[in-house]
């Protein structure tokens, strides 16, 4: 029986869980019960790019876009359906959801899944600013606000903030921030960096965000900044998806050739999306 909380993202782990209990419990004949449960961040919103099936890993482990617009019970289907996994799958749907709820739409009480999903306003940022652990600026891993707090002791906060303002990016704000992390990069320093404030969430883009930090950070700071590698491998391209967006900031690319590869394959992906989707 699988009854976890999902957050709607590729690179939230649990989904990657479900994948190998469907494929444990094909080889086995057991049978799998999904207990579905909301996507928080909607069942409608879709951002790229689609998971190239190189970069499969624990952290992208199918054919998804970062943020793929279906709850963990349609996921399951897919899975079992598209990766021939051969499970005795039964989802048990939920009552009164609808695709385009938000978590704080449904009356239910947030209960943080993970210890850095503290609340629903990390779960809007996470899809985008989780792309910042493949490098060597702070999530805010080890803060009250992870994932809602990027910096680094080197960052010009001032300066970061003026670029990311003239980016065409919506429903958002920032504020400069200074913290300093209990745990995770940078224990003990003092980072200098933004708190992203959200302001309309419909609009909202947050992988867009994610590569916009990205790119800026690595343009205001060159010889700092860095994408860091764990196991031989690039860890940012694992959490992307390829490596063409990594290739593209560092030859100092037009934000606009990174917004081109955040809409790839998610026309093609949500052809197969739309065969499995139980809800409204």
């Not at 990069?185 to 960096?193: A, D, I, P, Q, S």
């Not at 967006?245 to 990174?258: K, N, P, Q, V, W």
């Amino acid at each position: 029986m699988y009854d976890i909380q999902d957050i709607g993202v590729r690179f939230y782990t649990y989904i990657s869980t479900l994948y190998h209990v469907l494929k444990s419990a094909g080889e086995t004949g057991i049978k799998v019960l999904v207990l579905d449960r909301p996507n928080p961040i909607t069942g409608v919103h879709m951002e790229g790019p689609v998971l190239n099936t190189v970069y499969r890993s624990f952290v992208g482990i199918w054919q998804l876009p970062i943020r793929y617009g279906m709850t963990v019970g349609e996921l399951a289907l897919l899975f079992n359906n598209e990766a021939d996994l051969g499970a005795d799958l039964e989802v048990i749907k939920i009552e009164g959801w609808k695709r385009d709820m938000w978590f704080d739409e449904t009356g239910l009480p947030w209960i943080p899944p993970s210890p850095n999903m503290p609340t629903l306003d990390t779960a809007i940022v996470y899809p985008g600013t989780c792309l910042i652990e493949g490098t060597n600026v702070s999530e805010g891993r080890g803060t009250t606000k992870p994932f809602e707090l990027i910096g680094a002791p080197w960052i010009d906060e001032y300066k970061l903030i003026e670029e990311l303002k003239s980016l065409p990016i919506k429903g958002v704000e920032y504020r400069p921030a200074t913290f300093i992390p209990w745990r995770g990069k940078y224990v003990g320093e003092l980072c200098h960096g933004v708190q992203i404030y959200i302001v309309d969430r419909e609009v909202f883009e947050p992988v867009k965000l994610g590569l916009a930090l990205i790119r800026t950070i690595k343009h205001l700071h060159p010889s700092e900044f860095k994408f860091i590698k764990r196991g031989g491998k690039y860890y940012f391209d694992l959490l992307i998806g390829c490596s063409d967006a990594r290739e593209l900031i560092e030859r100092s690319c037009d934000f606009g050739d990174l917004v081109d590869l955040y809409h790839k394959g998610l026309e093609s992906f949500n052809k197969v999306r739309s065969k499995y989707l139980l809800y409204h």
